[in-house]
């Protein structure tokens, strides 16, 4: 039934169905595991996170519940501070019972490093929380080295810092692992035009643009691009 239902979009009426369920599974982890994703899928994150919180309670040593709460925080709810907690109890369990997600974690925790610095003004606590990510995004690659978004989030830190060179390199490594990924193709094409490489960068979007036509993003930076090469005769109609 649940498969059904999500296939059909109905995740208010599988929500209500879990909602039910619970009433007669007490301590039951899936159905509240269940009820808790589905929660996240129609919207209701602040709820999502207290079901995850109670899975992760049920299961002292179960990594994943923590780790999707720690997304949650971290994109729906922008609560930076609660998302890296939950980061680091996922990879405080991974270590005494792994599941394979430990490079996930130490991802986890590093993003919220790198999420707390751009709230910081002061330049040493900046620079300290930037540490921290670089440390565990590093950690992360050397434990899965075949883990794209450990590259990504490396080369997100080197763009951070300014260091062009060595966020190129990762972020081609993360495209070599998962030449689809969105995100890694748009911080290749900002950081070749960072390095003023624009035909190149340019050329990168137009060939992005077949696999993501409808990837506003890509027109919008395809449009300025334009500009450098084209001299401005030249722009895409939005």
Known sequence: MTIALVRRGQLAILGESFDRALKFSFEEFHIWFQFGLSLAASDKH??????????ARMEPTNALPSLMAAK??????????????????????????????????????????????EEMYLKTEKEELLRGAYESFHKAQQLDPNDYLAEYYLALYYAQIRQIAEGIQHVKLALQLRYEHANSLLLLVLLLSAQKEYEEALQLVDAAREEYPDNFNLLYIKAHLEEHVCGGDRKSVV
């Open 72 to 117: 949650i925080c971290y994109e729906k709810l922008g609560d930076i501070e609660e998302g890296l907690r939950f980061a680091r109890e996922a990879a405080e369990r991974e270590k005494s019972n792994s599941q394979g997600l430990v490079a996930r974690c130490y991802i986890a925790v590093g993003l919220g490093f790198f999420l707390k610095s």
């Open 46 to 55: 602040g709820r999502s996170v207290l079901l995850l919180k109670e899975c």
